[in-house]
């Protein structure tokens, strides 16, 4: 027996044992304890074994077993998503899984196996699924459903219809071209086009299956422009009015609220020059900012929060309800508060001209910006003056021009509250923090409710003062209660783990953005700076977003990653995030004396946990309210022109960010210009190797809006013209021609080669 059948052996052998998880060729190679000539050996053994169909490559180059008669004997687990515009008729629709290997991640840079038509069991967008891989016949691997094991979503909204006079409902947000039936409905009032919330008996299938659904409410008619909302808080399971026992309790509360003067055990703030600043549309104001320059270059800051728990007492009818509810909401068109209007937006809420009950965070910091003291008080305010950002950025734009009308004291106050601002911002940029938040988008609103426009909200300098000293606060806090050793809900953000950031790192490599490997901060920020204002900005930032873990409430003490503090929580918006009570609480009782007033570690822990779970399921709703509103505002725009850029790229087609329109639309591979095309990950393009076309990311392109489907919740655009467009591939090439550096190193050498093979002779 030679060596390489030895060795195949060896590798057969392992692969189709009960421990083996499919791995990649290095991988394998340091189970099988190869040194470096064993592994270059192992990968030509790999390959020849997949030609022989004994192995096969799965996603990401794993390597998997497919018996000795070529059936499918592997299985992986993985996050299913149909492709758009596919359908759902019985064998119609098909889609690709991004596999997980069981360990919860289904990163960005991880290829998708490619499920065909009549493999995909039913399965929709999100469903935990399990799959088995054999080879394609046109290449490469493809995978089939064989099991859902759980299933993203149960409840759903949609039309109400008769069809050949039986109920059906056409459900929203799914590819289901066939309704699901609804059994007998005599008795309940519904209309054609009748908007309806219903929960999922049996789903549809591959084969035909309509799949069945239970009507659980009428939710009115299709042409209320206020029933997107409606949907979409049914959808997310989202609270509405207050139970009348909440309601009774905050009024209570504001019939024993006396504003007129400072309670006897409050430090008396209210002479202190004191402003608030916050959006111009915003109702409730939990923090506002007092700051004086002392001599020798000294800061003193007071960060005044709402001392919401004051009027929130734990255990009682508002406390409970608010731990419920854990956040509130901002939809397009309403709020859904954690805490009754009446404490949110009154007794709490840091209105100019009125005494204010708060938890002020006094910082004194040196001209360098070492912190040289910090101390909590229960104390009482005046806000002398309510601004918004726009006011902001235009006085710093123009400080000359507001001094008459808001006087030299409120003026000199924004003055130093810039100039602090901006050094804590340098500073703490410098010392490794990331900013990669991605932009919101703001809608404008008619009286009806229906969308008349919509914009990105731009994170200017205003915005970045009051976000300075909110982590200021947050961070002083939490540093005192971590040197306390108490138990508390921090906001944790765990360091990425290494294999994301080297995917991040062959993802921007990719893209041509030389930066090295990414393995800090640092790194991943120099990536942010390099794309900043390019075509190429939303897709980085979105997968060095999708690299990162998420930020999570616990009472672990692992620090804030993208922040770089080690002692980190949210205490200064007590009024719409309960973790932030959770923290005045706990600094109440250390300002009265309490011998034990922190919670035990695993009660943390839950509450951490639904917070966290809570905060993530608001997310969605506000994203996919906004995009449902924006659809319906695009329907009355269809056939018309925009320019676009390439966001993402998928096998079956593209994503592209709208010019001047905060919106993504998908460009189906088969609606691009005729042409053989093949997704290349390597580059992130679409290439027609028959025509010559090329679709990668960050491509300018004039686009037009084919279709908007409300059922399913997406935006299709055609392709009109790209604006970066690279042609000339040979019809022949199997693969992209490279660019930049390493192409001109790859020609020179084949150039010098011709030259002396032409010499020889040769």
């Given amino acids: 027996m030679d060596i390489s059948t030895q060795l195949a052996d060896r590798l057969m052998r392992l692969v189709v044992s009960a421990d083996y998880r499919p791995s990649k060729p290095k991988q394998i190679a340091t189970q099988l304890k190869l040194d470096l000539e064993g592994y270059r050996e192992l990968r030509r053994v790999i390959k020849q074994l997949v030609l022989e169909g004994r192995l096969v490559y799965g996603s990401n180059h794993l390597v998997l077993s497919t018996g000795s008669v070529g059936g499918p004997t592997d299985r992986l687990r993985g996050t299913f998503r149909r492709a758009r515009g596919s359908g759902f008729s019985a064998g119609g629709g098909f889609g ?58 149960r409840q759903f909204t949609g039309t109400f219809q008769l069809l050949d006079g039986k109920p059906v409902v056409f459900l929203d947000g799914t590819p289901y071209d066939k309704p699901v039936q609804v059994g007998d409905v005599r008795g309940l009032p519904l209309d054609k086009e009748d908007k309806v919330f219903v929960e999922m008996v049996d789903y549809p299938d591959d084969d035909g299956n309509g799949g069945e659904a239970v009507i659980l409410e009428r ?169 918004n950002y ?34 804590m911002r340098k500073a703490r940029f410098k010392g490794g923090a990331l900013s990669m938040d991605m932009p919101d988008i703001k809608l404008e609103l008619d009286k009806s409710g229906k969308v008349k426009g919509a914009r990105e909200v731009e ?66 920020q120099a990536v942010l700076d390099k794309v900043a204002g390019t075509p190429l900005e939303n897709a980085v930032n979105f997968s060095v977003l999708k690299s990162m873990n998420k930020a999570v409430y616990a ?60 905060e993530r399921n608001a997310a969605q709703a506000e994203r996919e309210l906004i995009e449902l509103k924006l659809l319906h505002f695009l329907k009355r725009r269809v056939g018309k022109p925009m320019e676009a850029i390439v966001s993402r790229v998928y096998p079956d087609g593209l994503h592209a960010r709208c010019v001047g329109l905060p919106v993504d639309g998908f460009v189906p591979v088969t609606t691009l210009p005729k ?22 990311l960050g491509d300018q392109l004039s686009v037009v809006i084919a279709k908007v489907d409300l059922q399913e919740r997406q935006l299709y655009l055609t392709v009109e013209k790209n604006h970066s467009a690279h042609k000339g591939l040979p019809q022949t090439s199997k693969k992209p ?26």
Avoid at 250 to 270: G, I, S
Avoid at 396 to 423: E, F, I, S
């Fill in 96 to 153: 690709f899984v991004r596999p997980n290997n069981g360990d919860g991640d289904d990163s960005e840079a991880q290829e998708d196996l490619f499920v065909p038509p009549g493999r995909t069991a039913g399965a929709l967008d999100g469903d935990l699924v399990e799959v088995t891989v054999r080879p394609s016949h046109k290449g490469g691997s493809e995978a089939a459903v064989v099991d859902i094991l759980q299933r993203a979503r």
């Fill in 219 to 387: 939710l009115g008619s299709n042409s209320n422009p206020a029933i997107d909302t409606m949907l979409i808080m049914r959808q997310y399971a989202l609270p509405e009015e207050f139970p009348e026992k909440v309601l009774d309790a905050a009024r209570e509360q504001a019939d024993a609220f006396n504003d007129d003067e400072v309670p006897a055990d409050r430090k008396d703030l209210t002479d202190m020059l004191t402003i608030t600043i916050d959006p111009f549309d915003a109702r409730d104001f939990d923090d506002a900012i007092s700051l004086q320059l002392e001599e020798g270059g000294r800061w003193r800051l007071w960060v005044h929060i709402a001392d919401v728990s004051t009027f929130v007492p734990l255990g009682g009818a508002i406390d409970e309800e608010a731990r419920n509810r854990a956040t509130s909401i901002y939809l397009p068109d309403r709020v859904v508060p954690m805490i009754p209007e009446i404490i949110s937006n009154h007794l709490a809420s840091l209105q100019p001209d009125k005494m204010r009950l708060v938890k002020t965070v006094e910082i004194e910091m040196q001209a360098d910006l070492t912190i040289s003291h910090t101390e909590v008080h229960n104390a009482a305010i005046h806000s002398d003056k309510r601004l």
């Fill in 390 to 423: 726009q006011q902001v950025d235009q006085y710093l734009a123009d400080p000359d021009k507001y001094r008459q009308d808001w006087g030299d004291a409120v003026c000199d106050l924004l003055t130093n509250m810039h100039t602090l601002a901006m050094k």
């Fill in 459 to 524: 994170h200017t300098e205003s915005h970045q003062l009051i976000e300075e000293f909110m982590l200021a606060g947050n961070q002083a806090v939490a540093t005192w209660l971590d040197d306390l050793g108490l138990n508390f809900l921090s906001r944790l953000h765990p360091s990425p783990e290494r294999r994301k950031l080297r995917q991040l790192s062959q993802f921007v490599k990719d893209l041509g953005i030389d930066v090295g490997k990414i393995e800090s901060r640092f790194e991943i």
């Fill in 555 to 614: 009472p672990q003490k692992d620090g804030h990653y993208a922040l770089d503090m080690e002692h980190y929580c949210h205490f200064t918006s007590p009024i719409r995030r309960y973790p932030d009570l959770t923290v005045h609480r706990l600094v109440q009782k250390l300002l009265e004396g309490k011998k034990t007033p922190d919670d035990p570690f695993p009660v943390l822990m839950t509450l951490g946990h639904h917070c966290s779970d809570m």
């Fill in 675 to 696: 042409d053989k095309y093949r997704y290349e990950r390597s580059g992130q393009m679409l290439i027609g190797f028959k025509d010559g076309n090329r679709f990668r």
């Fill in 737 to 762: 021609k490279a660019t930049g550096k390493y192409s001109d190193k790859r020609q020179k050498e084949r150039r010098e080669k011709k030259k002396r093979n032409k010499r020889k002779g040769t």
